[in-house]
């Protein structure tokens, strides 16, 4: 398998639930990256790892915590998410920090009840 | 604080049609600007601008930067049905403690008919 790939790639949860999204980047790239793709607003970057290391927090609410295990997998563990969480996540990587392409995976829909 | 503004934000052609899709953008240190395609759910690639003045060409796009007014323009030419999609444009922040953190615009979403 190529490229950025998430799973999955639809999610429905409850407010109580607690679940994780996961993210797999094939590149060989030393950063990942997870934005927020709500409806009718830019993409919001959520965190940044390089080397495993978070690098960035963008003031993300700690219903969202990323995990970093090595440099190809991240992930997100959701839980007590708000309706206003449901949107389109989406998962990055690039070379390194100081390379500014970035490729994206297909994203996880999420929608919270 | 870094700002990205795209127009039009939709736009809706006939095939065959030519567009020109515009980004200005306000950053504290300019290193490059960076477009996208987004179909259904991945943003794509598609070019990369460093240099003012300077066409980047790929098919029937093309992007040019105007690093003197702020701006960025991707062309379609002879546009077809499957160049539907919103195109998103950013601008890496550089230097601080921003590391890799891209700024987007709202993107254009471009609709051709047949």
């Known amino acids: 398998e190529t490229g950025v790939t998430q799973t999955p790639r639809h999610l429905v949860m409850g407010m109580t639930n607690k679940k994780s999204l996961k993210c797999e980047q094939h590149?060989?790239?030393?950063?990942m990256y997870w934005y927020k793709q709500s409806a009718k607003k830019p993409l919001e970057l959520m965190f940044v790892?390089?080397?495993?290391?978070?690098?960035e927090n963008n003031s993300v609410p700690s219903r969202f915590s990323p995990e970093c295990p090595n440099s190809s997998h991240l992930f997100l563990h959701l839980h007590t998410l708000q309706p206003e969480d449901s949107a389109l996540y989406l998962c990055?990587?690039?070379?390194?920090?100081?390379?500014?392409?970035?490729?994206f995976g297909p994203g996880t829909r999420l929608t919270v009840l | 604080e870094d700002k990205v503004v795209q127009s039009p934000l939709s736009l809706v052609v006939h095939e065959g049609d030519t567009v020109t899709l515009n980004c200005s953008y306000e950053?504290?240190?300019?290193?490059?600007l960076l477009w996208y395609k987004q179909e259904k759910k991945a943003p794509t690639f598609l070019f990369m601008l460093?240099?003012?003045?300077i066409e980047k060409k790929s098919g029937r796009l093309s992007s040019i930067l105007d690093k003197k007014e702020l701006f960025s323009i991707l062309n379609i030419t002879a546009t077809q049905t499957g160049d539907s999609a919103i195109y998103l444009c950013?601008?890496?922040?550089?230097?601080?403690?921003?590391?890799?953190?891209?700024?987007f615009g709202q993107g254009t979403i471009l609709t051709v008919h047949p």
């Open positions: 990055a990587s690039s070379q390194s920090l100081t390379t500014d392409t970035q490729y």
């Open positions: 460093t240099s003012s003045g």
């Open positions: 950053v504290t240190n300019f290193r490059s």
């Open positions: 590149l060989g790239h030393n950063a």
């Open positions: 950013a601008v890496p922040a550089v230097g601080g403690t921003s590391y890799g953190k891209l700024t």
């Open positions: 790892y390089s080397l495993e290391e978070r690098v």
